[in-house]
């Protein structure tokens, strides 16, 4: 009998509200820390949306990237890393997107060229996103099938995908605004499910809980 899920938010509280929100609507037991011994010992991890990366860590220097938090970016690198050597599921939200796609070698697109399409202006934007995958075995096409409705918060975007990851769905600018691993459960949405309409993030959530 597998265990009851417990779920890490990989962040600082102040921050994770809304996750932490949408894991309660559930009845999930969570927590949100950075300090790995505590961290490990849960069954799932959930990267949650926040500022850019460090340039650094995918090798450019900084080319528009804004409110970077380097030791938080080492902090949440540290446990992705604690969790694909144990193979645990793992769900990446907007950056958690771009730091899953660091972690294997991939690197980010600082500003993208239709970023006044998908940023945040006082709110969440809207556009739909289009399967791009063509196995029907992916999250994104068990979901949603072919396309959905989703919500918009960022400025930069996944690039040179890293080794092992593949891009689900797309925007119509070609954005990847989906990903997930060949052989891990690992899986990634650029969108912000924890705070989507009437509880419509809630289904990625379970899938999520469910690996």
Not at 177 to 196: N, S
């Amino acid at each position: 009998m597998s265990p009851q899920p417990s779920v890490i938010i990989a962040g600082r509280s102040k921050d994770t509200k809304n996750y932490e929100k949408a894991l309660e609507r559930l009845g999930v037991f969570h927590r949100t820390v950075l300090d790995p011994e505590t961290a490990c010992q849960a069954t799932h991890l959930l990267l949650p949306g926040g500022g850019d990366i460090t340039p650094a860590f995918f090798g450019q220097k900084d080319r528009g990237s804004r409110n970077i938090d380097t030791e938080l970016d080492i902090l949440q690198l540290r446990l992705l890393s604690c969790f694909v050597a144990q193979k645990k599921p793992v769900l990446g939200i907007c950056k958690g997107l771009q730091l899953i796609n660091v972690h294997f070698g991939g690197d980010v697109i600082q500003h993208i060229d239709t970023a006044d399409a998908h940023k945040w202006k006082d709110c969440d934007q809207f556009h739909p996103v289009w399967r791009c995958e063509l196995s029907r075995l992916d999250f994104f096409y068990q979901l949603y099938g072919t396309s959905a409705m989703v919500n918009s918060a960022h400025h930069q975007a996944a690039g040179r995908m890293g080794d092992g990851l593949i891009p689900v769905c797309r925007a119509v600018d070609n954005v990847i605004e989906g990903l997930t691993h060949k052989a891990l459960p690992v899986l990634a949405v650029q969108w912000h499910p924890e705070r989507l309409p009437d509880g419509r993030g809630d289904s990625l959530f379970s899938y999520f809980l469910s690996l």
